[in-house]
C-alpha cells in the first residue's frame, strides 16, 4: 500500500488493522508491553460495529496523546469538533497524510 511505504520511509513501524476493532486490540497490546502508538490514521466508515470517530475516541481512552488523522470523504458532521486532529478528504495524496503526520507528530 502507498502509505504504508511512504511511513516506512519515514522511518515509522506501521501497524495495519482490519477493523476498529482489531486496531484497538493492537492499542492495548502495544501498550500493554510497554510500548506506544503515536498516530492513527483512520477513515470514519469502518467495516465492523464501529466508525472512525468510536475508533479515535478508543484509541484515546487508551491514550490520551495519540494523534488522530482521518482521511475520508465522509466529512465531519457540523458541530463535530475535530480540531484535536486532522482531517482529509478522499481522494487524498499520500504526501498530504505525510505532511499532516509530521504537523501532528511535530
Known amino acids: 500500500m502507498e502509505l504504508v511505504a511512504a511511513f516506512e520511509d519515514e522511518h515509522c513501524i506501521i501497524v495495519e488493522a ?4 482489531d ?4 492499542l492495548r497490546a ?3 508491553s510497554g510500548g506506544r ?4 490514521v483512520t477513515d470514519i466508515r469502518l ?3 464501529l466508525t472512525g470517530w ?3 475516541a478508543k484509541a484515546r481512552d ?3 496523546g495519540i494523534g488522530v488523522i482521518y482521511v475520508s470523504a465522509n466529512p465531519p458532521a457540523p458541530g463535530r469538533d475535530v480540531s484535536d486532529s486532522v482531517f482529509i478528504d478522499k481522494p487524498a495524496l499520500v504526501d498530504q497524510v505525510v ?3 509530521r504537523r501532528l507528530l511535530g
Open 37 to 40: 502508538v503515536d498516530l492513527l
Open 62 to 64: 487508551i491514550d490520551a
Open 30 to 32: 502495544s501498550r500493554g
Open 54 to 56: 468510536d475508533l479515535a
Open 47 to 49: 467495516t465492523g460495529l
Open 99 to 101: 505532511v499532516a503526520a
Open 18 to 21: 482490519a477493523s476498529a476493532e
Open 23 to 26: 486496531a484497538c486490540d493492537a
